[in-house]
């Protein structure tokens, strides 16, 4: 069966819970081991209730190595609590999320240590430390690791700055930094240990629209530069549609749609060409 471009509630019952639209490829679910397709990510079957709502109902996502996902929905859809998910940060009810081969909803916080140097996130508001300077912010990571080599730290540093074109800003405490700048910094500590893959959770919310351009297109360089696999949740279209190689749009807790930008451009679904334009019921 040729698949193509699909809607997720269009898929024919048997297919729904193991297709995941990946250069036309689909992965199939197998007993007591990862997806065939060894993705960088792989998430099978997600489900997340927290009190009675039930967030997460289903997800199936695959991410390949060197890709960039973009994840839309509507706000308050669960893009962030599925996000968290990638890194560990929070523990599904049900379903298995695969990084590299590893499952890690079975992992021990301790174990999840090593996943996570593989995974660096950057969040909402990028969380930088208000007491540390954008330097010690940066090698924050670092000194969590253990690195005890201030040669070497000062070296990592320098290149993240070089990198996030923060050059001469490293004795600047956050207080002092615009909201591009926190962005940048935040990045820079999320990717100084090399991570595999990068979680951006609404990189370019808050920001004015050439700030926004501008965290677009390092979004983009590193990727290039580094070869890294990049999941990007966001609501800003003008950003999925810039960074992302495919674009998974996330409704009532499952996997909408999944595809390439120029698919999603090009389909004809009410639901999906209501969010891409704004457009309530009510304006129909």
């Known amino acids: 069966?040729?698949?193509?471009?699909?809607?997720?509630?269009?898929?024919?019952?048997?297919?729904?819970?193991?297709?995941?639209?990946?250069?036309?490829?689909?992965?199939?679910?197998?007993?007591?081991?990862?997806?065939?397709?060894?993705?960088?990510?792989?998430?099978?079957?997600?489900?997340?209730?927290?009190?009675?709502?039930?967030?997460?109902?289903?997800?199936?996502?695959?991410?390949?190595?060197?890709?960039?996902?973009?994840?839309?929905?509507?706000?308050?859809?669960?893009?962030?609590?599925?996000?968290?998910?990638?890194?560990?940060l929070m523990r599904p009810d049900s379903g298995e999320i695969w990084v590299e081969g590893q499952d890690i909803t079975i992992l021990k916080e301790r174990q999840l240590a090593i996943i996570r140097q593989k995974v660096g996130i950057l969040f909402q508001g990028a969380a930088l430390f208000d007491s540390l300077t954008v330097a010690e912010n940066i090698a924050f990571p670092l000194h969590e690791a253990g690195e005890r080599d201030p040669k070497a730290i000062r070296e990592k540093v320098r290149q993240m700055l070089e990198v996030m074109e923060l050059e001469g800003e490293e004795s600047k405490m956050p207080v002092n930094l615009s909201g591009g700048m926190k962005k940048r910094v935040g990045l820079a500590r999320a990717i100084v240990r090399r991570p595999s893959c990068i979680l951006y959770d609404e990189p370019t919310s808050g920001l004015d629209p050439v700030v926004s351009d501008s965290i677009n297109r390092l979004i983009r360089r590193l990727q290039e530069r580094f070869q890294v696999t990049s999941v990007v949740v966001t609501h800003d279209m003008k950003s999925a549609f810039h960074v992302a190689d495919h674009i998974a749009y996330l409704h009532d807790g499952r996997i909408y749609f999944n595809g390439t930008p120029e698919e999603l451009q090009r389909s004809s679904d009410p639901l999906l060409q209501d969010f891409l334009i704004g457009r309530s019921e009510e304006s129909r």
């Open 1 to 88: 069966m040729h698949l193509g471009r699909f809607l997720m509630n269009e898929a024919p019952p048997t297919l729904k819970s193991s297709i995941s639209y990946q250069s036309g490829a689909a992965w199939e679910p197998r007993e007591g081991g990862p997806p065939i397709n060894s993705s960088m990510v792989t998430v099978r079957d997600l489900v997340k209730r927290i009190g009675a709502q039930e967030i997460l109902r289903g997800v199936d996502l695959d991410v390949g190595h060197g890709e960039t996902l973009a994840i839309i929905g509507r706000s308050g859809g669960g893009k962030s609590v599925l996000l968290k998910h990638l890194v560990g």
